[in-house]
């Protein structure tokens, strides 16, 4: 039983080390100056890589990638709750067909999905930044379709019937009991929305032509340099820290509402 | 109420496969008459051929680990030993470039890794770029053994635990009721989850780019490549390759959902 105890808990720190270890050396970098090869830390601490990187155009890249979630996110949840809501009350044509059609961006490879219609943007001489915007929110509707189906599929309904007996019109049980009852699903959504438009690097950069330099971008092209470690280590940390503050902030969100519930 | 999404997705998807079809085929060509051709199939095809295997390979591996991976820290994590789940949880906002970075920087051969080990460049096997395209799978795993384990935990928390406890109380023991409770139940959205990790590797272009070698070639690196090369000539190949890959992705999940049919517990 002892060793059996003991066997559990190697493995245990083996996955915890999993998720952590690749963490470790982007902290490291991005802050150190001097890190010469076979040392194990960095020989001199500093700002090198900030300055490195506001020289660049990381500021603007953020922007970039910021606007780019919050338009997917605008795009993709409010298609994706009136698609869940479709399904679940099942008042749709061929429902399967309609799933199979919402969920084909999760299956089809973004880099054909971009590759096929650069040809066509280009000749209909459609803005490449409107053109990204609609692939990505695309990309991102199986997302907040199945977040939000999962959430229509819990819901009591007992509520709305509640409130129209005391005489609430569709309007009022819609923002005042529906919207309250499912807002923790859809900042869920939402976020994962977010998060198609914020990482992604492909269909930037085959559609965006060049032009739409999001942070994923940049750090790439540092990526393939060489002597840049401490800028790439940065900007990952600078590429992944809003997108968990947003997290840690709808995490939040659904505890405290699931808890009054 | 579908609309706004079937429509968005019909626009966006259909035209996207319509194009890629047609170009790969001759008909879309950027410059000079169309012509109904499978040079763009055939001008490269053991190429081809090669980088089939290759991201398949990826795939399938990189897949089996994050499942073995993510199965046993959702497991853990249905014990009571949730610091796994949660650490893996904060990989999800990682964007899978950066998370290449992340790998870079830790096992190239003056990776962190090497460091630690003090391991020099003849030592240090060649993960990133190497033969076995190790550092390429490391990052596929960590990211999508992330994936499967909140969703399996997710599946965990709402239906094993009442058939868990009366299991236990027909007196089945521990590996019993994993094989026989557990393991059947969370089978569906085990399936589910490693479809979708297996097509994203076997789609992915960023990362193979990133740690990956010259030659020979994943699908999306060829394609890529083609497709952003001077000569306008490859642009039918590029588009070939796009559609193979794509063709892929559609035969593998359409196998799983006749599989996922056939499970009673799926609905």
């Known amino acids: 039983m002892i060793r059996q105890a003991r066997a559990a808990r190697l493995v245990r720190g083996l996955l915890i080390a999993w998720f952590v270890l690749p963490v470790i050396p982007v902290v490291l970098w991005a802050f150190a100056n001097r890190w010469p090869f076979p040392d194990r830390l960095p020989a001199q601490f500093g700002f090198d890589g900030v300055r490195t990187a506001l020289r660049s155009d ?11 979630g919050l338009a997917v996110a605008l795009l993709a949840t409010p298609a994706g709750i009136l698609a869940a809501r479709a399904l679940t009350t099942g008042k749709v044509f061929a429902p399967r067909l309609v799933q199979a059609v919402i969920f084909a ?7 054909a999905v971009a590759l096929g219609l650069d040809v066509l943007v280009l000749r209909l001489h459609i803005s490449s930044t409107l053109a990204v915007v609609a692939i990505l929110a695309v990309a991102a509707l199986p997302y907040t379709t199945s977040v939000m189906r999962l959430a229509f599929g819990a819901y009591d309904v007992g509520y709305d019937e509640e409130a129209r007996t005391l005489g609430a019109s569709r309007w009022v049980v819609a923002v005042r009991v529906q919207l309250p009852l499912l ?3 859809i900042s869920g959504a939402a976020f994962l929305a977010f998060l198609v438009g914020w990482s992604d690097y492909v269909v ?16 790439a092209s540092f990526a393939s340099g060489t002597g840049n470690h401490s800028v790439v280590a940065l900007l990952s940390i600078v590429a992944v820290l809003p997108p968990l503050i947003l997290l840690a902030v709808v995490a939040r969100f659904r505890g405290r509402r699931g808890a009054q519930s | 109420m579908v609309l706004p999404a079937v429509v968005a997705v019909t626009l966006v998807v259909g035209a996207a496969l319509t194009t890629a079809i047609l170009q790969s085929i001759g008909l879309m060509p950027l410059v000079g008459q169309p012509a109904l051709s499978l040079d763009g199939y055939t001008a490269a095809s053991t190429d081809l051929l090669t980088s089939i295997r290759l991201s ?42 950066i998370g290449a970075a992340a790998i870079g920087l830790l096992l190239a051969d003056s990776g962190f890794l090497a460091r630690l080990f003090r391991l020099d460049e003849g030592r240090w096997p060649a993960l990133v770029g190497g033969r076995w395209w190790i550092a390429v799978i490391a990052e596929y795993t960590w990211k999508e053994s992330a994936f499967i384990a909140i969703v399996v935990a997710g599946t965990l928390a709402s239906r094993v635990a009442h058939f868990d406890e009366t299991a236990i109380l027909l007196g089945a023991g521990r590996i019993a009721r994993l094989r026989l ?4 139940l969370i089978a569906p959205s085990v399936l ?23 030659y020979p070639e994943p699908l999306a690196v060829m394609s890529v490549r083609l497709f952003r090369s001077i000569d306008l000539a490859t642009r039918p190949e590029a588009a070939a390759v796009a559609v193979v890959t794509a063709a892929l992705s559609v035969a593998v999940v359409g196998v799983s959902m006749i599989a996922l049919r056939r499970s009673s517990v799926w609905r």
């Open chain 1, 183 to 185: 807002a923790p699903a």
């Open chain 1, 105 to 111: 961006p999760l299956v089809l490879p973004a880099f």
């Open chain 2, 56 to 97: 398949l390979t990826i795939a399938v591996v990189s897949t089996a680990l994050a499942v073995l991976v993510g199965v046993t820290v959702a497991l853990m994590a249905t014990s009571g030993r949730r610091l796994g789940l949660a650490v893996a949880t904060f990989t999800v906002p990682v964007p899978h470039l």
């Open chain 2, 192 to 214: 589910a989850a490693s479809t979708i990790t297996f097509t994203y590797s076997l789609g992915s272009y960023e990362v193979a780019q990133l740690l990956g070698r010259a």
């Open chain 2, 181 to 184: 409770v557990t393991l059947p």
């Open chain 1, 58 to 68: 990381a500021a603007h890249a953020l922007v970039v990638s910021t606007g780019l």
């Open chain 1, 204 to 219: 930037t950069l085959l559609v965006g032509g060049g032009r739409l330099i999001s942070l994923p971008i940049i750090v």
